[in-house]
């Protein structure tokens, strides 16, 4: 679920920069986190019916505090978890705009800076071995 949240807000924040530069076809990626959003949403139901089926299954009374409440509280929990994936996907904002759509964030580097995997993977958990170098520069 968090995978296609985070989805969600990439769409999202490459739609909104898009739009801010005036560029053609954003449509596309308004109708993407959508799409990302509704397939969050029915994972998350999944999980929520797997959730509740397991506690009928092996508890034949269980305590108060397990089970949902409501639908509003099922809702709720979504709406908070994919908000708080936000943040993460406020990091990566400027470097989501980097990477061509499609095309992986090693492929990406290896072809700016013309490094191998292993020096991408050593960049990407900050081992760089040059002190000049900045991260990721």
Same mark, same amino acid.
């Given at each position: ?13 490459l739609f909104i920069i898009g739009t801010a530069e005036q560029a ?20 998350? *139901? ?12 092996f508890w034949t009374k269980p305590p108060q505090w397990v089970h ?6 099922? *809702? ?8 708080? !994936?936000? =943040? ?9 705009? =980097? ?9 990406? !580097? ?10 991408? !993977? ?11 170098k900045r991260w990721l520069e």
């Amino acid at each position: 679920m968090a995978v296609f949240s985070l989805e969600v807000w990439r769409f999202f924040i490459l739609f909104i920069i898009g739009t801010a530069e005036q560029a053609e076809g954003m449509s596309f990626f308004l109708w993407m986190a959508v799409g990302a959003l509704a397939a969050s949403l029915v994972l998350y *139901l999944v999980f929520v019916g797997l959730y509740s089926l397991l506690l009928r299954l092996f508890w034949t009374k269980p305590p108060q505090w397990v089970h949902f409440r409501d639908w509003k509280m099922v *809702l709720y929990g979504f709406v908070v978890t994919t908000l708080a !994936i936000l =943040a993460s996907a406020i990091t990566f904002a400027s470097f989501l705009k =980097a990477i061509p759509v499609g095309d992986s964030v090693v492929a990406t !580097i290896q072809r700016r800076d013309g490094l191998n995997e292993e020096q991408v !993977i050593e960049r990407l958990f900050g081992r760089c071995h040059d002190s000049k170098k900045r991260w990721l520069e």
